[in-house]
């Protein structure tokens, strides 16, 4: 049987074989109802990636991520990987339990339900909030609001650049990096926003916002990234808190613009370290290979406008092969993410489309190999959960795929009204 493996060049498969690989689901031989399952696909993790997951609501892309990290932490090679896993729903907290609802789907693919260890950080100013809701995590996290910059403050307050608010958080941010460098928190700000000499409009204006940012529940000392990115681990980083807060996406989005900015020097300065030591001889890995999985991704690199974590994650998706970071983007709307990111996938999924202008942005990044127009492949695909397709730039293959079931509990199904 010819094995099918995804976003791996044809010499890593000679070297490699199927080392570092995991198993995401089966090709789909055949069209519509006449399709059935064939060979497993074996999906690359040793490399570093840019993997698009795209779909319309309720097709199976939450799902499919939580099978590729499932993937991540099962393979022979986990211990030199790390996932980060942003969840803007607060759904993945599930993984801790073992998927028993789809015993008989999963006894077809010889698989079992298995429970995962995932590490669930929520912002430390929210725990109370959890507590008093019964809702589990298993640590905290916070940031250090001396080291934003003043364009961070501004887009997480959403001002424009050019009105007195900004101005006024500008100077401010200046003078006291001046004055204190990293070593600052947001009453010193509140101090400092009185010594300039703006009307008291302005400065109230601006006081109310950083009012608003500690009840945001993030700021602090800036919490180790170590205990994020360790070897082995699985880090959900929950910030569904923020969903229904006006002006909560920006919030989240500097979060995790953040997370990417620092993950991506620190990955750096170990790549540095890592070359020096194979000039020596030596094969250690400084520290693992980051895997950042982002659900709603458009959310946070949207095709209009700029987040705090558009120009993070646009690094990532830029250099990040160097330092060795994988990124997974899923959105409903493919058409909605930023086109850069879109062009620098080399793997996609993509369950059920139907807006012509998503299939359309797809399709002109992925022409040059398919037979057909991207349409009928994706007509072609039978009516059942978990089906899509992989389109892999590497092999410049395009493979109807029926997704496995997963191994553990995923929460995110929709819910419905007749109450089995
Ligand atoms: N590969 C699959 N096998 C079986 N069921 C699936 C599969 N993918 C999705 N589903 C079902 O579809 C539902 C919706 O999927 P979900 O990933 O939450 O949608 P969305 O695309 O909106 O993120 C899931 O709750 C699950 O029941
Ligand atoms: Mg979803």
Not at 91 to 115: C, F, G
Not at 231 to 250: A, K, N, P, W
Not at 306 to 323: D, F, H, N, Q, Y
């Amino acid at each position: 049987m010819p094995k099918i493996s995804v976003g791996r060049s044809e010499e890593d498969q000679e070297e490699y074989g199927l080392k570092g690989t995991g198993v995401v689901g089966k090709h789909l031989v055949g069209e519509n109802q006449e399709a059935h399952m064939a060979n497993p696909i074996h999906f690359d993790l040793a490399k570093p990636h840019v993997v698009g997951v795209f779909g319309k609501r309720g097709t199976g892309k939450s799902y499919s991520l939580g099978t590729i990290v499932e993937e991540l932490q099962t393979a022979d090679i986990a211990e030199n990987l790390s996932t980060i896993l942003i969840d803007p729903m607060g759904i993945y907290w599930s993984m801790k339990r073992p998927n028993e609802k789809d015993i008989s789907i999963l006894d077809q693919w010889d698989l079992k339900p298995e429970a995962f260890e995932a590490e669930v950080y929520i912002p430390k100013g929210k725990a109370a909030e959890f507590d008093k809701k019964e809702m589990p995590y298993d640590d905290t996290f916070t940031l250090n609001p001396a080291r934003l910059t003043a364009e961070e403050w501004k887009m997480a307050f959403g001002l424009n650049t050019n009105s007195e608010l900004n101005i006024l958080l500008e100077r401010a941010v200046q003078e006291l990096d001046e004055q204190y460098g990293d070593d600052y928190r947001i009453d010193h700000i509140l101090e400092a926003l009185e010594k300039f000499n703006f009307d008291s409009k302005t400065v109230k204006g601006l006081e109310n916002r950083f009012m608003n940012a500690k009840d945001w529940g993030i700021f602090g000392e800036e919490s180790s990234l170590d205990k994020l990115t360790e070897r082995g681990e699985l880090s959900v980083v929950d910030v569904s808190v923020f969903g229904q807060m006006s002006g909560g996406t920006r919030v989240q989005a500097l979060i995790v613009g953040i997370l990417g900015k620092r993950i991506l020097r620190r990955r750096m300065a170990a790549r540095r370290l890592e070359e020096l030591d194979e000039m020596q001889g030596l094969d250690e890995n400084e520290m693992p290979i980051v895997w950042m999985i982002i659900d709603e991704a458009h959310e946070f690199l949207p095709s209009d406008g700029k987040t705090p974590a558009s120009e993070p994650l646009l690094r990532w998706v830029k250099i990040g092969r160097e330092p060795g970071v994988s990124l997974v983007l899923a959105t409903q709307q493919p058409a909605k993410l930023h086109p850069n990111a879109l062009s620098q996938c080399d793997v996609l999924l993509s369950h059920r489309l139907t807006a012509q202008q998503d299939i359309d942005a797809l399709g002109e990044i992925m022409q040059t190999y398919m037979r057909y127009d991207l349409k009928h492949y994706i007509q072609a695909l039978p009516d059942r959960k978990g089906t899509g397709l992989i389109l892999d730039d590497n092999s410049e293959r395009i493979y109807p795929v029926q997704m496995r079931p997963r191994k553990s509990w995923h929460a995110g199904g929709t819910p419905d009204a007749f109450g089995d």
